[in-house]
């Protein structure tokens, strides 16, 4: 069974800042997704950021970006110029192509906390 | 588009009581889930429903039912509630995946359960 961990329960950062959250997964498979989920205060989960397993290519949205190392199995979020409302639960999940609907697992998440 | 609509967003029951949570989805999304949010464990699948009429089971259905009532609606029955099931819950929904791409997930608001 796949497993992701996420090794930092708590992270803060300074406001304007840059932060990385890591995240480790443990798989057999070589085609799945990769996401990063935002869980603000109001509990909203909010998709922050996704990544195909046979792109190279680093995904980017905004002022969020990934570190993808597929033969390390790593998946780190960055956050750049860090704002107050990014101060939220991060999950990282994974998703494979194997039993539909079935196979989406989540990390137990980050808590970051942004600094003024 | 309201999204993922979740009833009720807070309950209280006592042990052995019933009682049945309710989500609707208005994006046309073939896939519904449950998921239960527990601290420092991130979310664990329920149950889900790849398409209407049909549903299975995730990591942990123990203790729980389901009904994918037609499209746009699926269900979470507590039959007889127990103190472990104090947790919050979370249904979601996505288009229904393909062999050329797997489709994020969009999360209710959630429904903080406490059963005493």
């Known amino acids: 069974a796949q497993t992701v961990t996420q090794s930092q329960p708590e992270m803060s950062v300074q406001e304007a800042e840059t932060v990385t959250l890591s995240c480790t997964y443990d798989?057999?498979?070589?085609?799945?997704?990769l996401f990063w989920y935002k869980q603000p205060p109001s509990r909203q989960m909010i998709l922050v950021i996704r990544?195909?397993?046979?792109?190279?290519q680093n995904a980017t949205e905004n002022r969020f970006s990934v570190n993808f190392q597929k033969a390390a199995k790593s998946f780190s979020l960055k956050i750049s110029d860090s704002q107050l409302g990014d101060a939220a639960m991060y999950f990282c999940?994974?998703?494979?192509?194997?039993?539909?609907?079935?196979?989406?697992?989540f990390g137990p998440g980050t808590r970051l906390s942004v600094l003024p | 588009n309201a999204g993922v609509t979740q009833t009720p967003k807070f309950q209280v029951l006592k042990t052995g009581q019933s009682m049945t949570l309710q989500c609707a989805q208005d994006?046309?999304?073939?896939?519904m889930y449950w998921y239960r949010q527990d601290p420092g464990m991130g979310l664990r699948l329920i149950y889900y429903?790849?398409?209407?009429?049909?549903?299975d089971k995730g990591e942990v259905p123990n203790g729980y039912n389901v009904s994918r009532l037609n499209k746009r609606e699926f269900s979470l029955r507590l039959e007889s509630a127990a103190p472990s099931q104090t947790s919050v819950y979370f249904c979601?929904?996505?288009?229904?995946?393909?062999?050329?791409?797997?489709?994020?997930?969009?999360f209710g608001p959630g429904t903080r359960l406490t059963v005493t």
């Open positions: 994006m046309n999304h073939n896939s």
């Open positions: 999940a994974y998703r494979s192509y194997d039993n539909y609907g079935q196979n989406f697992v």
């Open positions: 798989t057999s498979e070589s085609d799945y997704y």
């Open positions: 979601a929904s996505s288009e229904a995946d393909s062999v050329l791409t797997i489709y994020e997930q969009y």
């Open positions: 990544q195909e397993a046979y792109k190279q």
């Open positions: 429903s790849a398409s209407e009429g049909t549903t």
